[in-house]
C-alpha cells in the first residue's frame, strides 16, 4: 500500500530527495504518486512533522 502525505506537510523537500523511485512531487501539500510508491518509508523517516503514514 502507498504512502500519502496529510495536511501537516510544511514543503520542506526533505521526502523528496529520499525517495528512490521519485514518486514525491512538490506541492502544498507534497503528492506520492501511488503507482509509483514502493512502500519503503524513506519519506516518513525523513520527515520532521510526521507528514507522510501508509495509506
Known amino acids: 500500500m502507498a504512502y500519502t502525505i496529510n495536511e ?3 514543503a ?3 521526502c523528496m ?3 528512490p523511485v521519485d514518486a514525491i512531487k512538490e506541492g502544498t501539500p507534497y503528492v506520492i504518486d ?3 510508491c514502493i ?3 524513506a519519506c516518513a523517516s525523513a520527515c ?3 507528514a507522510p ?3
Open 8 to 10: 501537516s506537510c510544511i
Open 12 to 14: 520542506c523537500g526533505a
Open 17 to 19: 530527495s529520499e525517495c
Open 34 to 36: 501511488a503507482g509509483v
Open 39 to 41: 512502500d519503503c518509508g
Open 48 to 50: 520532521p512533522v510526521d
Open 53 to 55: 503514514a501508509e495509506a
